[in-house]
């Protein structure tokens, strides 16, 4: 397994991904819809935070099984949600 800490940096990263994706989302196609946009990045940063909290959780008093399954669940639902809130901003622009 890879480190917590090496976990925590590509937590940071796809976060700062989306918050990125979204800035240049305001730049390049004007303020109309910048509410929605900033729900979505206030969204990436609430999650950023769930995330970091629930990989500093105490797992001492599991087994190794669960510990692994913890991190892969942590690890799946921070993709997921980083494709999600990508696709959002995406697709703001095509919405009628």
Do not use: C, P, W
Not at 61 to 71: F, S
């Amino acid at each position: 397994m890879a480190s917590r800490r090496n976990f925590k940096k590509d937590i940071n990263f796809l976060t700062n991904e989306i918050l990125t994706r979204g800035i240049i989302h305001l730049n390049f196609f004007g303020r109309e819809k910048s509410k929605d946009v900033y729900d979505i990045m206030n969204e990436a940063a609430s999650s950023r935070n769930d995330y970091i909290a629930r990989l500093n959780q105490n797992l001492r008093d599991k087994t190794a099984k669960e510990i692994k399954n913890h991190y892969k669940t942590i690890y799946d639902d921070l993709l997921n949600s980083t494709y999600d809130l990508l696709d959002k901003i995406d697709n703001i622009d095509s919405r009628i």
